[in-house]
Structures are given as structure tokens and as C-alpha cells.
């Protein structure tokens, strides 16, 4: 009898799922061009979103506690356009964990200038995968999937797909939203082009990048630095590969890559050959001109 009501007890304990929360994630609403009003609702809001995003359950996954992903989030809001509705930026930024070293390297740093969103203060944080139910909800969500997209990139050759495939969903119910960040036409660099670039077979050697780069090479500079740093290079020759076949006239892609990437390039090879720093060099002019000045530095 005991036997049995034990069995009973460990079925109904493992039909739960695990609680495996991915991100560890740290938020911050900013509001000094929003004078005269409620201030609590803000510190409200930033509770609301830490909440959303630490408490909810992004993949299937188990994740450990030192593996959970840092993120670092900050709405800079501008305008109070009515009593519940607000304008203003989104900052976003994910870290993983270099092996075997101290260091955590950023995967992704990016701001979004087409923020807009309702809010009632308490009123709880919903999101739906089958359609937009929320603008705020629907961006938290869409940035989350794309980190756990680059993360999972990073370990492995395309690792991230299931994940780029949830944040174009959420691209995709948002076609009739009235606020902007959504649709093709309005921006040549919004989510839409993020999510279509990342899904875009032409760009797949940007993904390939970000595997190669992270797994084969900065996860080995602690034991192999002169392989990894090899490495590096050959995986910077496939966004310049992307770079000369130009899938699409903006490429937003590759410019989110060295946001995230272009100054830590330049500390990889800050101790490396004179032949392999002017290939480097060569290349990262070629591919990101705007800051041709930073990766001259290389080389002194």
C-alpha cells in the first residue's frame, strides 16, 4: 500500500514541469522627461517587466543558476502621451559566459527608438503567441526569443533557429498594430529586419559566425590563443562574404554583429602577427567603414 501511494506521489511531483527560468535579467525605466506625474507607476512597471521576463519560462530547457543568460534592460521613456500610454527607447543587452576564464562576452546590444506602449499600473503583464495582445508584452517577448536565439547560436551551428522562428511570429502578429517597429516599410532597421535577417537563408553565414566565433574561438583563447585567434579570423571572412553579396540593400544584421562585437575584435588581436592583424584589419574596413578609425588601432 505504501509502495503504492509513494509511486502515486512521485507521478504527480513529475507531471509539474521543471522550473528552469533562462535569463537573469536586470531592468531599468528611466522617465526624467516625464515631469508632474505618478512616479510609483514607474516603479511599478519596472517590478512588472523584471517579473515578466525573469518569471517566465522561455524554453523547455533546464537551465542551472550559473547558466542563466545576463541581460541588461533599459526603457528610457520621453513622452507620457496620456495617462496611460508612453513613448521612448528601449536599450537591450545579453552576456554569456566565456570558458574558462572570468570574462563574459557580449552577444547583443541593441536600441530600439520605436518604443510605444499602454500600461495600467498592477494590471498584469499578458502575452500571447497567437496574437498581439499587448505592444509592451509583445516586445519583451520579441527580444527575449532573439537572445536565446544568440545564445543558443553561440554553442552551436544554428543552434537558435526554433527560437528566430518565435520572434518572427510575434513579428507576424504585430502587422496590424498601430505602433511603429513592426513592418518592413516603415524603417530600414527595426525588428522586422531583424527577425527577417536572422531567418534569411542568405544571412546564414552570420549565424555561422556567431557559433564560430564564440564556440570555436574565444572559448578556446585560454588554452589555444594563436587556433582561436585563427579562428576568428576565418569567421570574420563570412560576414565578409555576406558583406559583398548583399542580400538585401540594408543588412541590418551586420550591424547589430559589430555593436556587439567591434571592440572586442580589436582586444583579440591587440596581441597577434603583423600579417594577421593587417588581414584582420583589411577586412573589418571593408565590412564596417563607420569605424575604420577604431580597428586602425590594431595595428599600432
Same mark, same amino acid.
Given at each position: 500500500?505504501?509502495?503504492?501511494?509513494?509511486?502515486?506521489?512521485?507521478?504527480?511531483?513529475?507531471?509539474?514541469?521543471?522550473?528552469?527560468?533562462?535569463?537573469?535579467?536586470?531592468?531599468?525605466? &528611466?522617465?526624467?522627461?516625464?515631469?508632474?506625474?505618478?512616479?510609483?507607476?514607474?516603479?511599478?512597471?519596472?517590478?512588472?517587466?523584471?517579473?515578466?521576463?525573469?518569471?517566465?519560462?522561455?524554453?523547455?530547457?533546464?537551465?542551472?543558476?550559473?547558466?542563466?543568460?545576463?541581460?541588461?534592460?533599459?526603457?528610457?521613456?520621453?513622452?507620457?502621451?496620456?495617462?496611460?500610454?508612453?513613448?521612448?527607447?528601449?536599450?537591450?543587452?545579453?552576456?554569456?559566459?566565456?570558458?574558462?576564464?572570468?570574462?563574459?562576452?557580449?552577444?547583443?546590444?541593441?536600441?530600439?527608438?520605436?518604443?510605444?506602449?499602454?500600461? &495600467?499600473?498592477?494590471?498584469?503583464?499578458?502575452?500571447?503567441?497567437?496574437?498581439?495582445?499587448?505592444?509592451?508584452?509583445?516586445?519583451?517577448?520579441?527580444?527575449?526569443?532573439?537572445?536565446?536565439?544568440?545564445?543558443?547560436?553561440?554553442?552551436? /551551428?544554428?543552434?537558435?533557429?526554433?527560437?528566430?522562428?518565435?520572434?518572427?511570429?510575434?513579428?507576424?502578429?504585430?502587422?496590424?498594430?498601430?505602433?511603429?517597429?513592426?513592418?518592413?516599410?516603415?524603417?530600414?532597421?527595426?525588428?522586422?529586419?531583424?527577425?527577417?535577417? /536572422?531567418?534569411?537563408?542568405?544571412?546564414?553565414?552570420?549565424?555561422?559566425?556567431?557559433?564560430?566565433?564564440?564556440?570555436?574561438?574565444?572559448?578556446?583563447?585560454?588554452?589555444?590563443?594563436?587556433?582561436?585567434?585563427?579562428?576568428?579570423?576565418?569567421?570574420?571572412? /563570412?560576414?565578409?562574404?555576406?558583406?559583398?553579396?548583399?542580400?538585401?540593400?540594408?543588412?541590418?544584421?551586420?550591424?547589430?554583429?559589430?555593436?556587439?562585437?567591434?571592440?572586442?575584435?580589436?582586444?583579440?588581436?591587440?596581441?597577434?602577427?603583423?600579417?594577421?592583424?593587417?588581414?584582420?584589419?583589411?577586412?573589418?574596413?571593408?565590412?564596417?567603414?563607420?569605424?575604420?578609425?577604431?580597428?586602425?588601432?590594431?595595428?599600432?
Amino acid at each position: 500500500m505504501k509502495k503504492t501511494v509513494l509511486i502515486t506521489i512521485l507521478a504527480i511531483l513529475t507531471s509539474f514541469p521543471a522550473i528552469s527560468q533562462e535569463l537573469r535579467c536586470n531592468v531599468q525605466v &528611466i522617465t526624467n522627461q516625464i515631469q508632474g506625474t505618478n512616479r510609483q507607476k514607474f516603479t511599478t512597471l519596472q517590478k512588472a517587466i523584471y517579473e515578466f521576463m525573469n518569471g517566465r519560462n522561455w524554453t523547455n530547457h533546464v537551465f542551472s543558476g550559473h547558466e542563466r543568460i545576463e541581460v541588461n534592460i533599459m526603457l528610457n521613456l520621453t513622452e507620457e502621451v496620456s495617462a496611460d500610454e508612453y513613448r521612448g527607447t528601449i536599450q537591450i543587452q545579453s552576456r554569456r559566459p566565456v570558458f574558462n576564464s572570468s570574462y563574459k562576452t557580449v552577444l547583443f546590444n541593441y536600441l530600439d527608438n520605436n518604443l510605444h506602449f499602454r500600461y &495600467i499600473e498592477h494590471e498584469p503583464l499578458e502575452f500571447s503567441e497567437t496574437q498581439n495582445i499587448s505592444n509592451l508584452t509583445a516586445i519583451l517577448a520579441f527580444y527575449a526569443n532573439i537572445i536565446m536565439g544568440l545564445d543558443y547560436d553561440s554553442f552551436s /551551428l544554428y543552434g537558435g533557429t526554433e527560437f528566430f522562428q518565435r520572434a518572427e511570429t510575434i513579428v507576424t502578429n504585430a502587422q496590424n498594430a498601430s505602433e511603429r517597429g513592426w513592418k518592413s516599410f516603415e524603417s530600414n532597421r527595426n525588428r522586422y529586419w531583424l527577425a527577417s535577417n /536572422l531567418r534569411d537563408a542568405k544571412y546564414a553565414p552570420i549565424r555561422e559566425f556567431v557559433y564560430r566565433y564564440h564556440r570555436l574561438g574565444l572559448d578556446r583563447m585560454s588554452d589555444r590563443p594563436a587556433e582561436a585567434r585563427d579562428e576568428i579570423v576565418e569567421s570574420l571572412l /563570412l560576414v565578409q562574404r555576406v558583406f559583398r553579396e548583399k542580400p538585401d540593400p540594408f543588412m541590418h544584421l551586420m550591424q547589430v554583429v559589430f555593436d556587439a562585437k567591434s571592440d572586442e575584435i580589436i582586444n583579440v588581436f591587440s596581441e597577434t602577427n603583423p600579417d594577421q592583424a593587417g588581414r584582420v584589419v583589411d577586412v573589418l574596413k571593408e565590412v564596417d567603414p563607420a569605424n575604420t578609425p577604431k580597428y586602425q588601432n590594431i595595428q599600432q
